[in-house]
T-cell receptor, first 117, second 113 residues
Framework: AQSVTQLGSHVSVSEGALVLLRCNYS??????LFWYVQYPNQGLQLLLK??????LVKGINGFEAEFKKSETSFHLTKPSAHMSDAAEYFC???????????????FGTGTRLTIIP | NAGVTQTPKFRILKIGQSMTLQCTQD?????MYWYRQDPGMGLKLIYY???????DKGEVPNGYNVSRSTTEDFPLRLELAAPSQTSVYFC????????????FGQGTRLTVV
């Protein structure tokens, strides 16, 4: 089974500073990778995804992530943090479901991002 | 523009009671999922469905049941509620396929006392 590891359950950065949220995955086949964001008391929404092609993926709200196969990583970055970025972020990998051939998302444990004014 | 709608948003159950969490989507997605979210644990898949009449177990199905009689609806049934089922439950849907986006409802916060 595939798995996802998010390093750091809590990350704090100053407003205007670089945001770096780490994600490593394990997979025996080329994966599809996702970052989701969860604002307080809301469901998850997609930030960005990597399927094939360009390894640097741009998402909403100025976030981007780079797929590095050699490092099995998919770290999320944003050059300049904004107060509105405070949320929980989840990395996910697509995994084949045994019975029907569909693929499900396996989530990491999440990283809570706090922005310091 | 409803997307995925879950009801109720909050519920307190006593041990041994049962209830149904409702989920409906208006995007004509074939694939629907139920996850539970526990602090520090990420999201765990409870059950999923790939179309009306087709369901299967996920990682943590014990204590739950589902049905899928229509494309739109995917209710989750808790029988004999236990404190271990205290969690936040999310329903999601997707068009299908490995690289498609999953759309999530706003969640149901369930407490079993």
């Amino acid at each position: 089974a595939q798995s996802v590891t998010q390093l750091g359950s809590h990350v704090s950065v100053s407003e205007g500073a670089l945001v770096l949220l780490r994600c490593n995955y394990s997979s025996s086949v080329p994966p599809y990778l996702f970052w989701y964001v969860q604002y307080p008391n809301q469901g998850l929404q997609l930030l960005l995804k990597y399927t094939t092609g360009a390894t640097l993926v741009k998402g909403i709200n100025g976030f981007e992530a780079e797929f590095k196969k050699s490092e099995t990583s998919f770290h999320l970055t944003k050059p300049s943090a904004h107060m509105s970025d405070a949320a929980e972020y989840f990395c996910a990998v697509s995994e084949l479901l045994a019975n029907f051939g569909n693929e499900k998302l396996t989530f990491g444990t999440g990283t809570r991002l706090t922005i310091i004014p | 523009n409803a997307g995925v709608t879950q009801t109720p948003k909050f519920r307190i159950l006593k041990i041994g009671q049962s209830m149904t969490l409702q989920c409906t989507q208006d995007m004509n997605h074939n694939y629907m999922y139920w996850y539970r979210q526990d602090p520090g644990m990420g999201l765990k898949l409870i059950y999923y469905s790939v179309g009306a009449g087709i369901t299967d177990k996920g990682e943590v199905p014990n204590g739950y049941n589902v049905s899928r009689s229509t494309t739109e609806d995917f209710p989750l049934r808790l029988e004999l509620a236990a404190p271990s089922q205290t969690s936040v439950y999310f329903c999601a849907s997707s068009y299908g396929g490995s690289n498609t986006e999953a759309f999530f409802g706003q969640g149901t916060r369930l407490t079993v006392v």
